[in-house]
């Protein structure tokens, strides 16, 4: 069975698009119609922002009945939860995927950050419907931001653990590594003109992770 979309995404919806006020489909066809909701959501809300965005446009956009909304959904806000939850799970998938066993921590860090790059100039949406959940669902932004935060904390802390990190790495590295990387995929990913490789780019966020900022009187 092929479930990749045209958008190089899984067309079978994630983990994450299951929240509590989502109704989870029980037949292949309904996963697809589910899959087919979300990616018309994250394209609406993507450009019109929430409020602009409505269901009849959406259901519009995925080809399916305005009827079928409300077999998965009770709501737009409902619809949005899901949205964010499915994309934060797909962020986490995409770096998942590219870490292969004996790997060491900081060729981790750099392939996680590029399948992050990769994925956000993909799907450039991200940005803003991430964005917008503070405002429309502070609880789902606040849980992707520490879900990614503590994913990063646990990938550091095992590089702490083999020796290859240093000793006291915790929270609020993992939290600065977030950011930096979150505004690094802003500025390369969702401003930039496509020029510039994923790979490239993340190869240097991880020189900077190795050496620091601080003059090496080595150098």
Known sequence: MDTTS??????????????????RPRTERGRRTLRKLLDAAAVEFGEKGFHEASISSITRRAGVALGSFYTYFDSKDALFRALVGDMSEAVKVSARDAIKPGMS???????ALAAFLQFSSEHREIYRIIDEAEFVDPESYRRHYETVAQRIAE????????????????????WALMGMNVFVGLRYSVWGDGSEDPADIA????????????????D
């Open 105 to 111: 921590a900081l060729e981790i860090e750099r392939v």
């Open 155 to 174: 990938r550091i802390g095992a590089g702490a653990d083999s020796g290859e990190f240093r000793d006291g790495l915790g929270e609020l590295e993992a």
């Open 203 to 218: 190869a240097q966020v991880n020189d900077l992770i190795a050496r620091g900022i601080a003059r090496n009187p080595d």
């Open 6 to 23: 045209t958008a190089g995404r899984s067309t079978e919806p994630t983990a994450g698009a299951a929240s509590g006020d989502t109704k």
